[in-house]
């Protein structure tokens, strides 16, 4: 009797992460640039790029000392003196939430410390202002929900963050949903930036300092007991204490957690060194996010698929991601729910 071959296994299908409804919690303003903008705008302004920044490739970055911060930082700074005008803001915006779009995103809060704009847009107040209609445009246009978070610098007086604080709350309905604080915290304490957490907070607004990025866990902490955290910036580094990762998951409070960003930083020497599965069966609320796509070279949708790819993460785990993502925004009800019910949708087709 003749034995007929068996029929070739099937491999199932791996569902694309881009379809995947997500939430982004961690992008920068300047960071969220297209590196094509970023070159026509400089050559549109007359600015003379650095060859890290107009070689088309990602820089090569680590941040783990003061010298390789220091130059992360003026990269960026170079990268921000681009934007001149309200087009190039626009421009900026316009694009960041079409880029949200495409990777799945349908919710966006993207950071922003406009004192860093204010020169050249009339000043602080027009700069917010300005900042926040364009958000609500590129809502419009594009369909992704949008919502500003305004951050303080860690490198600046504390007094400072407090101004910023009360700008905050003030546009609180006009778009502000959030309060954080950047930059190297490894400069400063925590501590000395209470005051303006505690405006932010009693205006309403959800507090979201970095922490535990280039310092260790006790960053993580001083975030939650000394600047009332709801979400922790990063906070990838409280995976070094069982004891903080069990009370971030009892609490609740999100780490927008950036694999590639802390790759590309050297806070991990490899991407299979983030330890985002120890955080996730810790059940530390998670949140990934791409940071500055402009200077790290992806964007969230990259996130996701290293999750998948380096960490193993099925894609039942990814769906549940992405529902964490969505639970620690700043998203009405009605938006999450549509969100949540998008998420179950991609994990059932």
């Known amino acids: 009797m003749e034995q007929v071959p068996a029929p070739p296994a099937v491999t199932p299908s791996i569902r694309d992460v ?13 960071g969220s640039m297209r590196p094509s903008t970023l070159l026509e705008l400089a050559d549109r302004h007359g600015v003379h790029l650095p060859e890290a920044l107009s070689s088309g490739e990602p820089p090569k970055l680590r ?9 992360f930082q003026r990269l960026y700074d170079m990268a921000r003196s681009v934007l001149r005008d309200e087009e190039d ?116 607004l959800l507090a979201a300092p970095h922490g535990g990025e280039l310092a260790g866990p006790s960053s993580v902490r001083d975030c939650v007991d000394d600047l ?16 903080l990762m069990q009370r971030l998951a009892d609490r609740q409070i999100t780490c927008e957690v950036c694999p590639a960003s802390n790759v590309a930083l050297g806070v991990y020497e490899k991407p ?18 791409a940071d500055d796509p402009l200077l790290f070279g992806s964007r969230l949708a ?18 549940e991601l992405a529902r964490q993502s969505v639970r620690g925004s700043c998203a009405p009800k009605e938006e999450k729910e549509r969100l949540l019910a998008g998420i179950d949708s991609w994990l059932v087709s």
Do not use: C
């Not at 009332?228 to 004891?243: F, K, L, N, T």
């Not at 299979?272 to 996010?289: H, I, T």
């Open 63 to 71: 941040a783990t000392d003061e010298r390789g911060w220091f130059r």
């Open 89 to 204: 803001i626009r421009r900026l915006v316009l694009e960041a939430a079409e880029d949200e779009r495409a990777d799945g995103s349908g919710w966006l809060e993207i950071q922003v410390d406009p004192t860093s704009y204010a020169p050249r847009l009339g000043g602080l107040i027009p700069a917010l202002e300005l900042i926040l209609g364009t958000v609500q445009d590129a809502s419009k246009a594009t369909g992704v929900g949008m919502r500003v978070l305004v951050a303080a610098n860690r490198m600046k007086h504390p007094l400072d963050a407090r101004t910023l604080a009360r700008l905050a709350v003030r546009y609180r309905d006009q778009g502000v949903v959030g309060f954080g604080l950047s930059n190297d915290e490894r400069r400063g304490m925590a501590r000395d930036f209470d005051r303006a957490f505690a405006i932010a907070r009693e205006g309403g």
């Open 18 to 30: 881009r379809l995947l409804p997500k939430a982004h919690l961690h992008l920068h303003f300047t």
């Open 228 to 243: 009332g955290a709801g979400r922790v910036g990063h906070g990838v580094r409280a995976a070094e204490d069982p004891r």
């Open 302 to 319: 990259e996130q996701y698929r290293s999750a998948r790819e380096v960490h193993g993460f099925s894609d039942a785990e990814l769906a």
């Open 272 to 289: 299979e060194d983030v330890p985002l599965r120890a955080l996730f069966e810790a059940g530390v609320p998670l949140a990934l996010g």
